[in-house]
């Protein structure tokens, strides 16, 4: 019973390193993207309408085509601020949230899991007036790693008082 619940935990606690890398990871994914719609929306919604152009020539209703061609229509049309903001904002607080994670912060347990929720929250919310599956696999995501760091801050706190 000992060795089953233990080799949980460590199950958890290596998903849970990994979950945080990959949030690291995306973060850091972000804040490039962030850099790129500010100085090159225009070019990559160009791009995004000529990947498609062809898929869509020949199937009209190809749902993957369709949302990538909705995508860079919104790129090159959209008054840009806010998606750039988004980008920037989430991915900094990702990395840096990572970042204080890694470094076994007792803080940073409470702020991420509280920090990922209102992120989920307002994801579910634009999710409601855009129905972008990216937001949706996003949250899902975040979701994942809320549950993770719940466990791995429940296995901190344990040990810290053994």
Do not use: C
């Not at 061609?69 to 601020?81: E, P, Q, S, T």
């Amino acid at each position: 019973m000992f060795l089953q619940r233990l080799s949980k935990i460590n199950w958890l606690h290596d998903a849970f390193e990994v979950g945080v890398f990959a949030k690291f990871v995306h973060g850091l994914g972000e804040l490039l993207g962030a850099g790129l719609l500010l100085f090159k929306a225009n070019a990559i919604g160009n791009w995004l309408y000529y990947l498609t152009f062809w898929e869509l020539q020949e199937d009209p209703h190809d749902w993957l085509a369709l949302q990538i061609d909705k995508f860079g229509n919104y790129l090159v049309m959209a008054k840009h601020g806010f998606p750039e903001f988004y980008l920037f904002s989430h991915g900094l607080i990702n990395a840096l949230l990572a970042l204080a994670l890694w470094s076994k912060k007792m803080w940073a347990y409470p702020t991420a899991i509280t920090v990922l929720t209102l992120f989920v929250l307002y994801q579910f919310y634009r999710y409601s007036h855009t129905h972008s599956v990216v937001l949706l696999l996003v949250a899902v995501w975040d979701i994942v790693v809320i549950w993770l760091t719940i466990g791995e801050y429940r296995r901190v706190v344990k040990s810290h008082g053994d």
